[in-house]
């Protein structure tokens, strides 16, 4: 009896292995004959964005605030274990019902097929290929570990399923990469022209200021960047217009054009967090573009499309309260890199960037009302929100462990549209102290500032606060992200010290963990106060 379930137990184990093994292969396959087709998208990555648009907000936002830039990857993990898992529930049902497991694994397929087909940049011939390529190499698979006889023949059977899987990965990451080098070649050719005019306050005020393109936090919906033609590349202006234009990137680049320095914040950005970043654009305003085009009087909202389909509606008043909104061509006086929206894409300073600020641009549309975008269908406000004014302590970090004596506290503050006036840092509850402040890049980027502290051994609170041009302070209420972005003052907590370096290392250690825990609690907290906004949100719509 113990040998008999012993069996059933190897052959379980082996079933869904095979199931593992052959959904391995579907998968592999499909991204080999995605790279291998001239325009093929990958049907995994197109699952993941399906997946990704239809999660639920409130957990898209829960992800996001535990863990913060890896959300994206957990996500992508998820949908693949997901796809494996399917495989090995296959081949564990298959075995003894065949048309089952055939349906269950051809499934994955046809989710992948449908996911594929939906994308707005995909040809249903191309993705009818890519799905029916990789079911096909799926089944066969597992057709091959099921009638394996011994287990020589199946090691061997196994072992060759493994190694077309890694060599059809390791040959579709090579070409997909050498696809993305000659389009970042062509987009390194492009030379950009000179602005005509800047909107820069003082001038460019070096790295420090600024993020830098490679540091500009990506964010978008998509598991892989939309590789786009300039050859091919078309901007599409119409609606309620007096006449459509069609531009060229060369016509677009022949326009006048605009230099500013902006901050984009994501809204999703905790207080104190990272999710932003300053960079120098050049592009055309966007004004300039819809006179070419002679906005009608009914015409009120503007539906910005990406070349994959995804949408933002803003209402056109936005555009002249931003100041200069453009289709930026450049970045940091460079072309735009591919994944922040080469070769063009939509920024509208002082709006959150997921709501306005639309990346890989293909169509420009005028309309009377607001038209359902990505972010009302997914219960989002209809009007993007202005970013909150706010202030972060960079240096030193939460928890972090110093040495008594002379200490140098600095970050960043931003209050646009109009500009960071001052900012103000608290030590201890012991009432504010003005800090020095960097140069103005513009009033809608961001502003250093430092203050210099003469810390004494204990644990220290620190608090900082900002104030715009127009005198009025952040509001101290903390706020979650819905419905218009996170509020309240950054507080720290400082561990100085005074003592020997083994003491300063014990104390450190002991401090990184309590910061850790706080930071989880803090986070966990913010999660639940975020799920009841929601709740809250879609009682007040219906």
Same mark, same amino acid.
């Given at each position: 009896?113990?040998?008999?379930?012993?069996?059933?137990?190897?052959?379980?184990?082996?079933?869904?292995?095979s199931g593992?093994?052959?959904?391995?292969?579907?998968?592999?396959?499909?991204?080999?004959?995605?790279?291998?087709?001239?325009?093929?998208?990958?049907?995994?990555?197109?699952?993941?964005?399906?997946?990704?648009?239809?999660?639920?907000?409130?957990?898209?936002?829960?992800?996001?605030?535990l863990?913060q830039?890896?959300?994206?990857?957990?996500l992508?993990?998820?949908?693949?274990?997901?796809?494996?898992?399917?495989?090995?529930?296959?081949?564990?049902?298959?075995?003894?019902?065949?048309?089952?497991?055939?349906?269950?694994?051809?499934?994955?397929?046809?989710a992948?097929?449908?996911?594929?087909?939906?994308?707005?940049?995909?040809?249903?011939l191309?993705?009818?290929?890519?799905?029916?390529?990789?079911?096909?190499?799926?089944?066969l698979?597992?057709?091959?570990?099921?009638?394996?006889?011994?287990?020589?023949? $199946?090691?061997?059977?196994?072992?060759?399923c493994v =190694?077309? *899987? /890694?060599?059809?990965?390791?040959? @579709?990451?090579? !070409? %997909? &990469?050498?696809?993305?080098?000659?389009?970042?070649?062509?987009?390194q050719?492009?030379?950009?022209?000179?602005?005509?005019?800047?909107?820069?306050?003082?001038?460019?005020?070096?790295?420090?200021?600024?993020?830098?393109?490679?540091?500009?936090?990506?964010?978008?919906?998509?598991?892989?960047?939309?590789?786009?033609?300039?050859?091919?590349?078309?901007?599409?202006?119409?609606?309620?217009?007096?006449?459509?234009?069609?531009?060229?990137?060369?016509?677009?680049?022949?326009?006048?054009?605009?230099?500013?320095?902006?901050?984009?914040?994501?809204?999703?950005?905790?207080?104190?967090?990272?999710?932003?970043?300053?960079?120098?654009?050049?592009?055309?305003?966007?004004?300039?573009?819809?006179?070419?085009?002679g $906005?009608?009087?009914?015409?009120?909202?503007?539906? =910005?499309? *990406? /070349?994959?389909g995804?949408?933002m @509606?803003?209402? !056109? %008043? &936005?555009?002249?309260?931003?100041?200069?909104?453009?289709?930026a061509?450049?970045?940091?006086?460079?072309?735009?890199?591919?994944?922040?929206?080469?070769?063009?894409?939509?920024?509208?300073?002082?709006?959150?960037?997921?709501?306005?600020?639309?990346?890989?641009?293909?169509?420009?549309?005028?309309?009377?009302?607001?038209?359902?975008?990505?972010?009302?269908?997914?219960?989002?406000?209809?009007?993007?929100?202005?970013?909150?004014?706010?202030?972060?302590?960079?240096?030193?970090?939460?928890?972090?462990?110093?040495?008594?004596?002379?200490?140098?506290l600095?970050?960043?503050?931003?209050?646009?549209?109009?500009?960071?006036?001052?900012v103000?840092?608290?030590?201890?509850?012991a009432?504010?102290?003005?800090?020095?402040?960097?140069?103005?890049?513009?009033?809608? =980027?961001?502003?250093?500032?430092?203050?210099?502290?003469e810390?004494?051994?204990? &644990?220290?609170?620190?608090?900082v606060?900002?104030?715009?041009?127009?005198?009025?302070?952040q509001?101290?209420?903390?706020?979650?992200?819905?419905?218009?972005?996170?509020?309240?003052?950054?507080?720290?907590?400082?561990?100085?010290?005074?003592?020997?370096?083994?003491?300063?290392?014990?104390?450190?250690?002991?401090?990184?963990?309590?910061?850790?825990?706080?930071?989880?609690?803090q986070?966990?907290?913010?999660?639940?106060?975020?799920?009841?906004?929601?709740?809250?949100?879609?009682?007040?719509?219906?």
């Open positions: 009896m113990k040998s008999s379930d012993h069996t059933d137990e190897e052959v379980a184990r082996s079933n869904i292995l593992l093994i052959a959904a391995t292969v579907q998968l592999t396959t499909c991204e080999l004959v995605a790279a291998l087709l001239p325009g093929g998208r990958s049907p995994t990555a197109s699952m993941i964005r399906a997946a990704t648009d239809r999660v639920p907000a409130p957990l898209v936002d829960a992800g996001v605030a863990l830039m890896k959300a994206k990857p957990a992508n993990l998820s949908v693949v274990s997901t796809l494996l898992g399917a495989g090995a529930l296959a081949s564990a049902v298959g075995r003894r019902y065949q048309v089952l497991g055939g349906l269950v694994l051809g499934g994955g397929s046809v992948a097929l449908l996911a594929a087909a939906a994308q707005a940049d995909n040809s249903k191309r993705v009818g290929l890519i799905s029916g390529a990789g079911g096909a190499a799926g089944m698979a597992l057709q091959l570990l099921w009638g394996a006889r011994g287990a020589s023949q $199946v090691s061997s059977r196994a072992a060759f =190694a077309y *899987a /890694v060599g059809a990965a390791l040959f @579709a990451r090579w !070409l %997909s &990469l050498r696809a993305e080098q000659q389009y970042e070649a062509h987009r050719k492009l030379r950009l022209p000179r602005p005509d005019r800047s909107q820069l306050e003082r001038g460019y005020a070096g790295d420090v200021a600024q993020t830098g393109s490679a540091g500009h936090y990506p964010i978008d919906v998509n598991a892989s960047t939309p590789l786009i033609d300039v050859v091919d590349w078309r901007l599409h202006v119409h609606g309620l217009v007096e006449r459509e234009v069609v531009l060229t990137l060369d016509e677009l680049l022949a326009m006048p054009l605009v230099e500013i320095d902006a901050t984009l914040v994501c809204i999703h950005n905790l207080v104190g967090g990272t999710r932003m970043g300053t960079a120098r654009w050049l592009g055309v305003p966007v004004a300039q573009v819809l006179q070419q085009a $906005v009608r009087p009914a015409g009120s909202w503007l539906v =910005a499309t *990406a /070349v994959d995804f949408s @509606a803003l209402p !056109l %008043s &936005l555009l002249k309260e931003a100041g200069v909104a453009l289709i061509v450049g970045m940091d006086g460079a072309p735009l890199p591919l994944r922040h929206g080469f070769p063009a894409r939509l920024l509208v300073p002082a709006t959150y960037g997921q709501e306005a600020n639309l990346k890989w641009l293909a169509e420009l549309r005028v309309t009377a009302d607001a038209a359902e975008d990505y972010w009302s269908r997914r219960g989002w406000p209809e009007e993007p929100a202005g970013v909150q004014m706010q202030a972060r302590i960079d240096t030193p970090r939460d928890g972090a462990v110093v040495s008594a004596g002379a200490t140098v600095c970050g960043k503050a931003w209050a646009q549209p109009i500009g960071v006036a001052r103000e840092v608290q030590i201890d509850g009432g504010w102290h003005d800090a020095e402040l960097g140069p103005a890049l513009s009033p809608v =980027a961001w502003r250093s500032w430092r203050l210099s502290w810390a004494e051994p204990g &644990l220290h609170t620190v608090v606060r900002v104030t715009n041009a127009a005198g009025a302070v509001v101290e209420e903390p706020r979650t992200y819905v419905p218009s972005g996170t509020t309240g003052y950054h507080c720290i907590r400082v561990h100085v010290v005074a003592g020997t370096a083994t003491r300063q290392r014990t104390i450190r250690a002991r401090a990184s963990l309590i910061a850790s825990w706080r930071t989880l609690c986070r966990l907290h913010f999660v639940a106060l975020n799920s009841v906004a929601w709740y809250r949100r879609r009682g007040q719509r219906g």
